[in-house]
């Protein structure tokens, strides 16, 4: 079965800290996404990238940053983690157009920032 | 990617069919129909993605208008597992297609 894999489920990090959040898919997927979702606010894009090395900014990538080094890995990065972070991720990957098929989504990471 | 607009919810009965509406009357000739579907504490989960002719699959069917500016997805019979938030979406198949922008979608309610 195809998948996207997220490294925690849960995690609880403290204010100013640095935090990485990785994801890892198996499908040969060019593009790769992170996402995060709020009660009231969805789904919003923070970055996507479309090849390895690059990335894009999506509709709030303030606060963020991203790494993607190989096909199957993408990381979000947390510079310094604050309160208003606190949220569920969600890592997808695609193939590069719509007509091949969907998105995939990961389980989702919930953090929390304290 | 252009706008759709769904019901905010729906309601259905256990292995009854659901037809949930969605319309998107800016379509353009190159954009496809996407569905999505989120369970409760989960990612969403691709359904089905269509961009003229009706499209079937394991999980459910897309009836697309002729005209294009509205498509059902169905559901043949519901069950309990199908209780989620249903969301249908745009996707260009040209130019900057990479993002998935998602609306409000419709939360449908399985009735025991």
């Known amino acids: 079965d195809v998948k996207v894999t997220q490294s925690s489920r849960y995690l609880v990090k403290r204010t100013g800290e640095k935090v990485f959040l990785e994801c890892v898919q198996d499908m040969d997927h060019e593009n790769m996404f992170w996402y995060r979702q709020d009660p009231g606010l969805g789904l919003r894009l923070i970055y996507f990238?479309?090849?390895?090395?690059?990335?894009e900014k999506g509709d709030i990538p303030e606060g963020y940053s991203v790494s993607r080094e190989k096909k199957e890995r993408f990381s979000l990065i947390l510079e310094s983690a604050s309160t208003n972070q606190t949220s569920m991720y969600l890592c997808?990957?695609?193939?590069?157009?719509?007509?091949?098929?969907?998105?995939?989504f990961g389980s989702g990471t919930r953090l929390t920032v304290v | 990617d252009a706008k759709t607009t769904q019901p905010n919810s729906m309601e259905s009965n256990e292995e009854e069919p659901v037809h949930l509406p969605c319309n998107h009357s800016?379509?353009?000739?190159?954009?496809?129909i996407h569905w999505y579907r989120q369970l409760p504490s989960q990612g969403p989960e691709y359904v089905i993605h269509g961009l003229t002719s009706n499209v079937n699959n394991r999980m459910a069917s897309l009836a697309i208008a002729e005209d294009r500016k509205s498509s059902t997805l169905i559901l043949h019979r519901a069950t309990l597992r199908d209780a989620a938030v249903y969301y249908c979406i745009l996707r260009d198949s040209g130019g900057s297609n990479y993002k998935l922008t998602f609306g409000k979608g419709t939360l449908l309610t399985v009735n025991p």
């Open positions: 800016t379509i353009s000739g190159t954009d496809y």
């Open positions: 997808a990957s695609s193939p590069p157009t719509p007509g091949k098929g969907g998105y995939t």
């Open positions: 990238s479309y090849d390895v090395k690059m990335k």
